[in-house]
């Protein structure tokens, strides 16, 4: 009897310890939104998250985005990125896909779906119906708390999101993709540089200085 109360007092103190420190970080979250200035300005100007501020300071230093562009959004959601090309750029074509629901986004195609799965591969390429100018991605796994499987998990979205674009941009297209830093990323950094002329790898300024996210930008390819 001593045993199993003894068990049972381990358990529910494992469950509570594992709950308080969910808890915390739940409000160390809360409270670092609160001080993110890229949180509020996304807020003023109308923006469903910091992210926005991502692509725009890309698209300031590399110059990726022109007015009647063909662009697909890979794993869109909440859809800020999409939301800046639909109010930056005249005459583009968009599209965002998504495994999560995406609100509507004036002038923006929305599919609700796994762009790895051929039907919808399909249906991005019916879409747009010619090759494309800019593929861009965001993507990420939900962060399990493990850093180096999240690096590796996000990698392979990278790699598949480098893979698609590689069948729907034209000659001297443009992709941009996020990765974690970790056993993935010289992979891809040798995969970008083996099918485009330019790579850089870039941090923009508004992305968090704890995060292990960076961006690669793949220009022409060839």
């Not at 109308?46 to 992210?51: I, L």
């Not at 662009?71 to 930056?88: E, F, R, T």
């Not at 399909?122 to 965001?138: A, M, P, Q, T, W």
């Not at 790579?199 to 992305?207: A, E, Y």
Request: aromatic fraction near 10%; charged fraction near 30%; avoid cysteine.
């Amino acid at each position: 009897k001593y045993s199993i109360n003894f068990k049972w007092y381990i358990v529910k103190k494992f469950k509570v310890s594992i709950q308080l420190k969910k808890n915390r970080i739940s409000k160390n979250w809360i409270n670092k939104q609160r001080r993110d200035i890229y949180v509020r300005q996304s807020k003023i100007e109308g923006f469903r998250s910091r992210a926005v501020y991502k692509l725009k300071e890309i698209n300031q230093k590399f110059k990726i985005l022109k007015n009647g562009q063909s662009i697909l959004d890979l794993g869109g959601a909440p859809g800020s990125w999409s939301q800046y090309l639909s109010k930056n750029l005249k005459n583009a074509k968009l599209l965002t896909i998504d495994l999560l629901e995406i609100e509507e986004i004036k002038d923006v195609k929305i599919i609700h779906g796994d762009f790895t799965e051929e039907k919808y591969k399909n249906e991005i390429k019916n879409f747009f119906n010619h090759k494309i100018d800019l593929v861009i991605s965001d993507m990420a796994v939900n962060t399990s708390g493990n850093k180096n499987l999240d690096a590796i998990v996000t990698g392979e979205l990278a790699l598949n999101a480098m893979n698609f674009s590689l069948e729907v941009l034209k000659i001297n297209g443009q992709f941009v993709t996020k990765i974690f830093m970790g056993s993935s990323f010289n992979e891809i950094v040798s995969n970008s540089k083996k099918y485009f002329k330019e790579t850089n790898v870039f941090k923009p300024p508004s992305s968090r200085k704890d995060s292990k996210e960076t961006f690669i930008i793949s220009r022409n390819l060839r």
